[in-house]
């Protein structure tokens, strides 16, 4: 047996509010849309990891959600254009990444990095 997917389940009333966030400025398509349930997502092929922490790094809370980019900057940048809070960061660390966090519309703090070097 493998596990061929995780996926993060989001519990919300306002389910549209994720366009924005994951679809407009992530990049993620619309996969399916049931009304009562919307995944969004792409087929870049991923690793599947699950991780467990008691800290952020660098004294900072756990994170709900990481989400690797290949810009920081650049969505930085458009989560603060959007309006979006930054709650740390950007911030070059010294386990080789360059983030920072973010709250989403559902109020989930998402670690959006990139790995250097």
């Known amino acids: 047996m493998r596990v061929k ?3 993060t389940n989001i519990n919300t009333e306002n389910i549209s509010e994720a366009k924005k966030f994951y ?4 990049g993620l398509e619309s996969l399916m849309d049931h009304g009562w349930i919307a995944t969004y997502g792409n087929d870049v092929k ?3 990891q699950i991780s467990f922490a008691n800290e952020g790094g660098s004294g900072t809370p756990t994170p709900d959600i ?3 980019v290949d810009d920081v900057d650049i969505v930085l940048l458009q989560m603060k254009e959007a309006g979006f809070k930054i709650e740390y960061g950007p911030a070059t660390e010294p386990w080789g990444v360059y983030r920072f966090y973010v709250r989403d519309p559902f109020n989930k703090l998402v670690n959006i990095l990139s790995h250097i070097g």
């Open 66 to 68: 990481s989400i690797e």
């Open 23 to 26: 679809g407009e400025i992530l």
């Open 46 to 48: 991923m690793q599947v």
């Open 5 to 7: 997917r995780i996926v």
